[in-house]
């Protein structure tokens, strides 16, 4: 049962104490999604170096560590300065690999989205969706802005800089027909675990939510953390996650809240500054003066 009063840091202990089966389950399994995610951007990049599954474990580490002690998501630019000086690539190219992840992630988030739309309906939900809400002229004017936008680069933008998206471009779609399948696959083991977790981390604190149910909190805390702030989203997490668990007429949630958060950003945090010091080409000099440089 939830200990009850005040929300003290020896609570929080006590109940990490009985549920640290749990707690190292979701550590692994986090640990793991990290390794396929590296296994995935193995089969986005062509490069002509063998890159090695660890070394893009590494990096995305790194990414991370970046992302939870800067104010800002730099995170991706650290990821692909780390593989780009190991590679024959430009920071360009490797930067539309890791585009490609995201939009990857995305669309998992999409039919993650689905799923939950079908279970709880889109009253529940509040969404108000339909056909005649969309206005025709909205759809041609973003088509019409489009090609615009198109024409404009083509047009007006310097060649160096068209070079630079060209090149972004050729990182994001370089995926092979073959590799379609394992890159798809990965995707879906690795917001798998993301859900298995929610619910291992919810186990702990005997909190009655369904399977279907940390679904949804998985889905609003990743679409809110969209938005591209830094501190490993510290607040704009917390905000989606208590806006559902109000939603689902959750009361006592604050120590779920705080260690779902908490036990990500620590492993994150910890694993990511020993690859970054380990990695000695990386500093954050050398990060800046590369960003001046490419972008």
């Known amino acids: 049962n939830n200990l009850k009063g005040e929300l003290t840091l020896n609570n929080l202990l006590?109940?990490?104490?009985?549920?640290?089966?749990?707690?190292?389950?979701?550590?692994?399994?986090?640990?793991i999604s990290v390794y396929i995610r590296a296994f995935r951007w193995k089969h986005l990049l062509q490069s002509n170096d063998s890159q090695s599954i660890t070394s893009l474990f590494s990096a995305q580490l790194v990414g991370y560590f970046i992302n939870n002690i800067s104010p800002v998501r730099i995170?991706?630019?650290?990821?692909?300065?780390?593989?780009?000086?190991?590679?024959?690539q430009k920071n360009s190219y490797i930067l539309g690999s890791i585009i490609m992840e995201r939009t990857l992630d995305t669309m998992m988030l999409f039919i993650f989205l689905l799923?939950?739309?079908?279970?709880?309906?889109?009253?529940?939900?509040?969404?108000?969706?339909?056909?005649d809400s969309i206005s025709w002229y909205i759809i041609i004017s973003t088509i019409l802005i489009l090609f615009f936008l198109v024409y404009f680069i083509k047009t007006f933008i310097p060649i160096k800089i068209q070079n630079l998206l060209n090149e972004v471009w050729q990182g994001f779609s370089a995926i092979q027909f073959s590799n379609k399948g394992i890159v798809i696959c990965s995707s879906l083991f690795i917001w798998l675990i993301?859900?298995?977790?929610v619910f291992l981390i919810k186990s702990i604190f005997h909190i009655q939510l369904s399977f279907i149910d940390c679904l949804l909190i998985l889905v609003s805390s990743s679409l809110i953390q969209m938005i591209p702030t830094g501190f490993g989203a510290?607040?704009?997490f917390h905000l989606g996650v208590e806006s559902v668990l109000f939603k689902l007429g959750i009361n006592d949630y604050y120590y779920f809240l705080i260690l779902l958060w908490l036990y990500s950003y620590i492993i994150y945090t910890l694993l990511g500054s020993?690859?970054?010091?380990?990695?000695?080409?990386?500093?954050?000099?050398?990060?800046?003066?590369?960003?001046?440089k490419n972008y």
């Open 75 to 88: 995170g991706d630019f650290a990821k692909s300065y780390l593989v780009s000086k190991q590679t024959n």
């Open 115 to 131: 799923l939950i739309i079908w279970n709880y309906g889109l009253e529940f939900l509040g969404i108000n969706f339909s056909l």
């Open 14 to 31: 006590l109940f990490i104490y009985s549920g640290w089966a749990q707690l190292i389950a979701a550590t692994i399994l986090l640990i």
């Open 194 to 197: 993301y859900w298995v977790n």
């Open 274 to 292: 020993y690859y970054s010091i380990k990695e000695s080409k990386f500093t954050f000099k050398n990060l800046y003066n590369d960003l001046i």
């Open 234 to 236: 510290l607040g704009i």
